[in-house]
């Protein structure tokens, strides 16, 4: 019977050989903390996506520095008039031709105000506190890579506890079948052995399973896909934390990126108000233009008839002076010039339209130069002014309270975390005295279970006291690694 249970035992252990051995693979290079923050830095999209917001503050500022060039446009058009009668109001001016026309125009303009001397201020501002807002962002990435990397090595430790508690059950399901061959143990105690080491390999399978999400959930944070059995070498050293409470506040007030964004924000809503301030000052407006224009008849008889119409008039009427002169005794003038019936008379009229007649769309006539110069000065605009104003105000002290608010915050938060980094010490150096005992009591239970002076149920409540101590003593070292790396994002450098 005692064999049949060490075979059947000794074939289970095989077959979970089988099952939770980790599958082969290529070896994956391996992976410091330093090339994890550096990786997060250049492929974490949403930190790719902070530093986009830089280039429309540098466009925004350049914006700001040109606006202090005068504006320049250029324009130029093109019209049709259909033929027939204009009139204006109940007056017709008679029948006119269809008329082509073009123009363009030229012109410069420069306005210059209080508020626009302001906005390179207030561009350069908004910069600053857009750099400051992605630096701070920078700084919360990297903190979450070193806390999510010492989360992955904390699991890996886990894995390899997990693997020496499945030794030791298997070490005990051994010596349970030896005593029960050699007539001093009993097939309670080998089965007992055998639910330990089982539970034991359930225990190792989940391990595993949470140091390769650990893993997985890295290379999230990295913005690349990482491999889950990628290993990682970057180790820390325990050592005792030395730090004044009250030079790292001052440190963290300096150099806290958190701290720097509100304080350059506050800045931004400071320059706010000023130019908000600066709508009662007076605004000075330049321009001036330059104008051409075209506008040329499609058909040329029409104006050709009034000319000879009048032309036809003045005939008349000369012909009556040069009868009234003749009666007086004096010399006829010379009337044939306006002759419209006369065929050069009318050849010299049409030539003339002809020549009067600009070229479309490209004959233009430049205007006289157009310059002119204004001041405005704003009296009253319903209050909207006093409106403007009082709501910058309002922001700049939101923000400036701010700054105070994050100022306290990040002294409580100091000093709350030089107090858990040395809890964390403390408890660390605790849980291995701990875990010491419980290994020191483990070597004695199955020297007892041995020699038979103890039975199967020691030894595994001694195994299942160690495994606590071990897990504890990884807990508690990465605890206060965690609690390091916390101090460090609110302090701004490292500490190690």
């Not at 030395?242 to 809503?269: C, F, H, K, Y």
């Not at 490209?362 to 006289?368: L, V």
């Not at 875990?435 to 002076?453: H, K, S, T, Y």
């Amino acid at each position: 019977m005692s064999t049949i249970i060490i075979r059947r035992a000794a074939g289970l252990s095989a077959l979970a050989a089988l099952l939770f051995a980790p599958p082969a693979a290529a070896q994956q290079p391996a992976l410091t903390i330093e090339q994890a923050v550096a990786s997060a830095r250049e492929n974490n999209p949403d930190m790719l996506a902070q530093r986009n917001d830089v280039g429309a503050t540098r466009a925004g500022m350049r914006a700001a520095r040109a606006d202090f060039l005068p504006s320049a446009n250029a324009s130029a058009g093109f019209g049709y008039t259909a033929p027939g009668e204009q009139r204006f109001g109940a007056q017709t001016f008679g029948a006119k031709p269809e008329y082509y026309s073009s123009n363009w125009n030229l012109g410069l303009q420069y306005d210059i105000s209080r508020a626009k001397l302001l906005q390179p201020s207030i561009a350069r501002a908004q910069h600053v506190a857009t750099e400051s807002r992605i630096a701070g962002y920078e700084w919360s990435l990297v903190m979450q890579v070193r806390q999510q990397y010492l989360t992955a090595l904390q699991a890996g430790d886990q894995v390899q506890q997990a693997a020496r508690e499945v030794e030791r059950t298997r070490e005990h399901e051994r010596l349970a079948g030896a005593r029960l061959e050699v007539g001093s143990g009993t097939p309670l105690e080998v089965r007992r052995a055998q639910v330990q080491r089982g539970q034991a390999e359930v225990a190792l399978v989940q391990r595993q399973n949470t140091h390769a999400t650990e893993v997985l959930r890295l290379g999230q944070l990295m913005g690349v896909s990482l491999a889950a059995d990628t290993p990682l070498t970057s180790r820390f050293e325990l050592f005792a934390p030395s730090w004044n409470a009250d030079e790292l506040v001052r440190e963290a007030q300096e150099a806290n990126p958190t701290i720097q964004a509100a304080r350059a924000s506050s800045g931004a809503a400071r320059t706010q108000v000023t130019a908000a301030r600066s709508q009662y000052l007076p605004s000075v407006s330049m321009q001036v233009g330059l104008v051409g224009s075209v506008y040329s008849a499609g058909n040329i008889d029409p104006l050709v008839q009034q000319q000879l119409s009048g032309l036809a008039g003045a005939y008349s009427s000369c012909q009556e002076t040069n009868v009234i002169r003749t009666a007086a005794g004096v010399a006829a003038a010379d009337c044939s010039p306006l002759n419209a019936a006369d065929p050069m008379v009318r050849a010299a009229v049409r030539d003339e339209v002809a020549a009067g007649n600009p070229s479309f769309p490209f004959g233009y006539t430049r205007q006289p130069l157009q310059a002119s110069l204004s001041i405005s000065l704003p009296i009253f605009d319903g209050l909207a002014r006093e409106r403007r104003i009082e709501e910058a105000r309002v922001q700049a002290s939101d923000a400036e309270l701010a700054v105070r608010s994050q100022q306290q915050r990040l002294e409580l938060d100091v000093r709350t975390g030089v107090l858990n980094a040395q809890t964390a010490f403390r408890t660390a150096e605790l849980q291995r005295q701990v875990a010491e005992n419980a290994a020191e009591e483990l070597r004695l239970a199955r020297e007892r279970f041995r020699l038979g002076a103890a039975n199967s149920l020691e030894v595994t409540d001694a195994q299942t006291r160690l495994s606590e101590a071990e897990r504890a003593v990884i807990d508690s070292v990465y605890m206060y690694h965690k609690s390091l790396a916390a101090l460090e994002a609110l302090v701004g450098r490292p500490l190690r």
